[in-house]
C-alpha cells in the first residue's frame, strides 16, 4: 500500500469524488448515476473513486453495473478493503486513490445533493483552497444527539490555532494541495473533522440541507460517535489532562482547608471529630476520583499505543477500475 502522496505533476484528472460506501450497493446505484451529467459539463478526464469498506452485499455486482451507462469522460474505480476499517480509513483510502487536481468528498446514501458540487466547483474556480459544505438542518437527528454534537464541537475549539467548523463534516472540495497535506500526516487514529482543520488553508463553507436518504439507514449508533469523539478529543485537546492537574490542585486545597477547620474546631470547642463517617467518605470519593483521572490518562495512552504499533490504517484487497480488471495492491 502507498503512502506517498501523489505527484502533482503525474495528476491525468481534473475532479476525483471520492465515496466510502458499507453495505451501500443499491444506494450506489441511485446515486453515482447523477454525477456522470454533471462531471461532463467540465472540461478534461474525472473519475469517480469508491472506497468499500468491508461491504457484505452486492457492492461489487452494483460497481460493474454502474459502467454500464459510464461516460468516456470518467473513470470508475473500486477499491476494497480487506475488511471493515472505519469511515476515517476509508476517506482516507480514497484520498490516497485519488488523482484529481480537486478532490470531492461525498457519502453513498445520497444526502449530499449533487447539485452542490457546481457552488463548490464555481468556489475552487475563484481561488479557495477547500470548499466545505455545512449541514444547517439536522430535523432526523434525535434532540439528544443534536445536544451532544454542540457541546463536543463547543468542547473542541480552539481559537488560537484553527476551529472546528460545527456540522460542517466530509461533504468537501479540496484542492491536491490541501490533499497532499492530509496524506503526510502520519497518525494511525485518524479523527478527519480534525485534520481538515488542522492544516487549514482557506476555506469557504456553503449551507446545504441533507436530502432524503435513497436507500439504506445510517451505519452509526452512539456507540460509534462516542468512540469517534474519544479520538478526536485524544487526538486535539489536552483539556481533559489540563483538568485532572486543575481537579487535584481543588481538591487538595479543600482538604487542606477542612484539615484546619477541624484543628480550630477541636481546640477551641472541644468536640471529638467523628471519625468513621468522615474518613470513609474521604476515602471513597479521593478513590473515585483517582480511577476518573486514571481513566482519562488512559486513553491518552492507549492512543499512544494503538500509535506506537506502526500499523497500516487500512488493509486493500483488490483494486478494480472502469476496465474491471483488479489490480493487486499488494
Not at 125 to 154: I, T
Not at 259 to 286: E, H, K, P, Y
Request: glycine share 6%; aromatic share 12%; net charge neutral.
Amino acid at each position: 500500500m502507498k503512502t506517498e502522496p501523489v505527484n502533482q505533476h503525474a495528476l491525468s484528472y481534473t475532479y476525483s469524488i471520492v465515496i466510502p460506501a458499507y453495505n451501500d450497493a443499491e444506494a450506489l446505484k441511485l446515486f453515482v448515476p447523477q454525477l456522470y451529467p454533471l462531471l461532463e459539463r467540465y472540461q478534461g478526464q474525472h473519475e469517480i473513486v469508491i472506497v468499500d469498506d468491508g461491504s457484505k452485499d452486492a457492492l461489487l455486482e452494483a460497481f460493474e453495473d454502474l459502467q454500464e451507462t459510464l461516460p468516456e469522460t470518467v473513470r470508475l474505480k473500486l477499491v476494497r478493503f480487506s475488511r471493515n476499517f472505519g469511515k476515517e480509513a476509508a476517506l482516507s483510502a480514497g484520498l490516497q486513490a485519488a488523482q484529481g487536481e480537486a478532490v470531492v468528498m461525498m457519502d453513498a446514501d445520497g444526502q449530499h445533493p449533487v447539485s452542490m458540487l457546481e457552488q463548490m466547483i464555481t468556489h475552487y474556480e475563484r481561488g479557495a483552497d477547500v470548499v466545505a459544505a455545512v449541514q444547517v438542518v439536522r430535523d432526523q437527528e434525535r434532540l439528544f444527539a443534536r445536544w451532544l454534537k454542540k457541546r463536543f464541537y463547543r468542547f473542541m475549539q480552539d481559537a488560537q490555532r484553527y476551529q472546528l467548523k460545527a456540522n460542517a463534516g466530509d461533504f468537501r472540495l479540496m484542492r491536491r494541495k490541501v490533499v497532499d497535506a492530509l496524506l503526510a500526516l502520519p497518525e494511525r487514529q485518524r479523527f478527519m473533522k480534525g485534520l481538515y482543520a488542522w492544516v487549514g488553508f482557506d476555506t469557504v463553507y456553503l449551507p446545504f440541507n441533507a436530502a432524503p436518504r435513497q436507500d439504506g439507514s445510517s451505519k452509526f449508533q452512539y456507540r460509534d460517535l462516542f468512540d469517534l469523539a474519544m479520538v478526536g478529543i485524544t487526538s486535539f485537546s489536552l483539556k481533559p489532562l489540563r483538568w485532572i492537574s486543575r481537579m487535584g490542585i481543588v481538591v487538595s486545597l479543600l482538604a487542606f482547608i477542612y484539615g484546619l477547620f477541624i484543628v480550630f474546631d477541636t481546640l477551641f470547642t472541644g468536640r471529638d471529630v467523628a471519625g468513621w463517617t468522615t474518613l470513609s467518605a474521604g476515602i471513597m470519593f479521593s478513590a473515585g476520583l483517582q480511577l476518573i483521572c486514571i481513566g482519562v490518562i488512559g486513553e491518552y495512552v492507549g492512543r499512544i499505543y494503538e500509535e506506537v504499533k506502526q500499523r497500516p490504517l487500512y488493509v486493500v484487497d483488490e483494486v478494480y477500475d472502469s476496465s474491471r480488471r483488479p489490480k493487486d495492491e499488494h
